[in-house]
């Protein structure tokens, strides 16, 4: 029984010399294993865009210098290209563009915003923005970006009476969740073809698989993705680019939309300036040359606020109603707000044609959320391609309502 006790050969020498044999082995193969493991490079917050990759722009079919005023904005999650000119002190116009139509797209409607002495603030030009890729595209970051770019102007964009927000496609949905939340900045809502009440039944089986059922792998998903959503730019009418995510399923309506938002769209020139330029040709562009558009298009489609029911447009609803309450000017939450909102009203501008905003059924969704006396409907000739083809058309509803309001009187 000795061989057991405390400090004998057998009870304590041989454990010991047991113990560090393993101990040994064990070092051995974790440095081994850091000295063949090669070293991960950290992973940059966003991946930059063509304007710091690219090396020509002569040809683009958006070169940088395509619109006026333009501005690189350094933010924590990147730069964003921003284009801001007219009058300093006319009104203060905020244009949010679509999910894959960079800025150059409003190009027109801004200048027709500007003939009418206002101020054009366009943003999120994806086309020369830098795309986040440790973060997710939800109404959070694309709020915060909005607010990061008004802080960066010299204009006072916040100040009494506030500005006016326009709100394209994806960018409606955007500005219905900014407004939600700083409605004493916003002056008015104006709405394009805007996302944020498309029913789900409109999402393709595609788009299920690709965007939410989880059966692929990622690196699947955006190889996909981008042989889907790249359109052929030698083609004018080519089927390609969606600008929201209905386009990317297949719509249960008549018209001229597709799955890829109608050939109307695709084919539709970028600018009467530069009518040989088709938003299939710069969306093929910002394909091939934006290494994080994919990403991003990708998590803005997942995660952005696209369909119905959005909680944005009920609580828009509740600052609507106290807005055109007498002495109204009160928040939902009890808070009192000085601005924002002119008469309670918000403007919708729709394409009778368009086959991703379906008119009829957004008319009677935002009736049933905003109510009757909260929204005004404009119905022109065309598909979703709207703002980009009818761009004085779109501008002269827009003014057209704030004159109605007395918001704003002519130019």
């Given at each position: 029984m000795n061989h057991f006790r405390t400090g004998s050969v057998l009870g304590v020498q041989r454990p010991i010399v047991l113990v560090s044999g393993l101990v040994l082995v064990a070092s051995a193969c974790i440095s081994a294993t850091l000295l063949w493991r090669r070293p991960r490079s950290r992973k940059?917050?966003?991946?930059?865009?063509?304007?710091?990759?690219a090396l020509a722009t002569h040809g683009l079919p958006y070169p940088p210098d395509a619109l006026p005023g333009a501005r690189d904005v350094e933010t924590p999650y990147g730069s964003v290209r921003v284009y801001e000119w007219g009058p300093v002190d006319g009104e203060r116009v905020l244009f949010v563009h679509g999910i894959s139509t960079p800025v150059v797209a409003l190009g027109d409607l801004g200048h027709e915003m500007v003939a009418r002495g206002c101020r054009l603030l366009d943003l999120f030009g994806r086309g020369y923005s830098d795309a986040p890729n440790d973060l997710t595209y939800d109404a959070r970051l694309y709020v915060a970006q909005l607010l990061l770019v008004l802080a960066s102007s010299r204009i006072p964009w916040t100040a009494t009476p506030g500005f006016h927000l326009v709100g394209y496609s994806l960018g409606g949905g955007l500005s219905v969740a900014f407004t939600r939340y700083f409605p004493h900045l916003v002056r008015s809502l104006c709405l394009v073809a805007p996302c944020g009440l498309i029913r789900p039944r409109h999402v393709g089986w595609r788009s299920w698989l690709y965007y939410s059922s989880g059966l692929l792998p990622e690196f699947l998903v955006r190889q996909l993705v981008r042989r889907r959503i790249r359109p052929d730019a030698r083609l004018a009418g080519a089927a390609g680019a969606p600008d929201i995510m209905a386009a990317e399923g297949e719509l249960a309506v008549d018209g001229d939309g597709d799955v890829n938002g109608g050939a109307r769209f695709d084919g539709a020139p970028i600018s009467k300036t530069r009518p040989h330029v088709t938003v299939s040709s710069v969306v093929a562009w910002q394909v091939d040359h934006h290494v994080g558009f994919v990403m991003a298009f990708l998590s803005t489609i997942r995660n952005a606020p696209i369909y119905a029911p959005q909680e944005d447009w009920k609580v828009l609803s509740k600052i609507l109603e106290a807005r055109r309450r007498p002495g109204g000017g009160v928040s939902p939450g009890g808070a009192e707000v000085e601005a924002g909102l002119e008469r309670g009203k918000i403007l919708f501008?729709?394409?009778?044609?368009?086959?991703?905003?379906?008119?009829?059924?957004?008319?009677?969704?935002?009736?049933?959320?905003?109510?009757?006396?909260?929204?005004?409907?404009?119905?022109?000739e065309g598909g979703h391609e709207l703002p980009i083809t009818s761009s004085q058309s779109v501008a002269e509803s827009i003014e057209g309502f704030w004159i109605s309001q007395s918001i704003c009187q002519p130019a």
């Open positions: 940059r917050p966003y991946e930059p865009s063509p304007a710091k990759t501008v729709l394409g009778r044609d368009d086959g991703v905003i379906v008119t009829d059924e957004t008319i009677e969704d935002a009736h049933a959320v905003l109510g009757h006396d909260g929204v005004d409907f404009t119905i022109l």
